[in-house]
């Protein structure tokens, strides 16, 4: 069965750094999301995106955080200068259509530890 | 609150018992979906239920809806150890893309 794939599974990065997570949706999908989840809490939406544009975001989704689809298969998440709070499960999502009346399939999540 | 609160936090049962996950919710909903996470992995989808359906089966998994009480509920039949796990309810607004989730119940289902 297809699986939405991340990389890398655990990244740890000095506060104020850059990172870059990366995901490969399935590969029908056209719709792309990222969450995330602070340890013990719930899972929280960042954003989607379809058609090489962003459709939604939530207010986590500042200036700091940015999204692209470099090619066709490859759907990343920057997060340009990060802080200790931007510890988390990051988890990226696809689905064939949009959210509504879609499931959306999941990857097994990035681990990002800020130190 | 736009997300769905599910209750109770926490269900202990034996397996061969069910268990039965409550979701309440607020606004309107576009549908609703529950999902299972085991522990330190991603959400898998297990049942879709949109706004203009009472309930829906799927293997040993009952969800129900009922839109005028803005709430719905997971039924697990005859439970099963591996069926241990954290159930979140998950709602989707109508004019919205985004999965909002609730805190979600966490099942331990003891042999």
């Known amino acids: 069965e297809p699986e939405v794939t991340q990389t890398p599974s655990h990244q740890v990065t000095q506060m104020g750094q850059e990172v870059i997570l990366r995901c490969v949706p399935i590969?029908?999908?056209?719709?792309f999301y990222w969450y995330r989840q602070i340890l013990g809490q719930k899972v929280e939406f960042l954003v989607s995106f379809y058609n090489n544009e962003i459709s939604e975001k939530s207010e986590i989704f500042d200036d700091q955080f940015s999204v692209e689809r470099p090619d066709g298969s490859n759907f990343t998440l920057k997060i340009r200068s990060t802080k200790l709070e931007d510890s988390a499960m990051y988890f990226c999502?696809?689905?064939?259509?949009?959210?509504?009346?879609?499931?959306?399939?999941f990857g097994d999540g990035t681990r990002l530890s800020i130190l | 609150s736009q997300q769905g609160e599910e209750d109770p936090q926490a269900l202990s049962i034996q397996e061969g018992e069910n268990a039965t996950m409550n979701c309440s919710y607020k606004t309107s909903i576009n549908n609703l979906q529950w999902y299972r996470q085991n522990s330190g992995r991603g959400l898998v989808h297990l049942i879709l239920i949109r706004s203009n359906e009472r309930e829906k089966h799927s293997g040993r998994l009952r969800v129900t809806l009922d839109t005028s009480k803005k709430s719905s509920s997971l039924l697990i039949t005859a439970s099963r150890a591996a069926d241990t796990a954290s159930y979140f309810c998950a709602l989707v607004h109508q004019a919205g893309t985004a999965l909002i989730f609730g805190k979600g119940t966490t099942l331990s289902v003891s042999s």
């Open positions: 590969s029908n999908h056209l719709y």
């Open positions: 999502a696809s689905s064939l259509h949009s959210g509504a009346n879609q499931p959306q399939h």
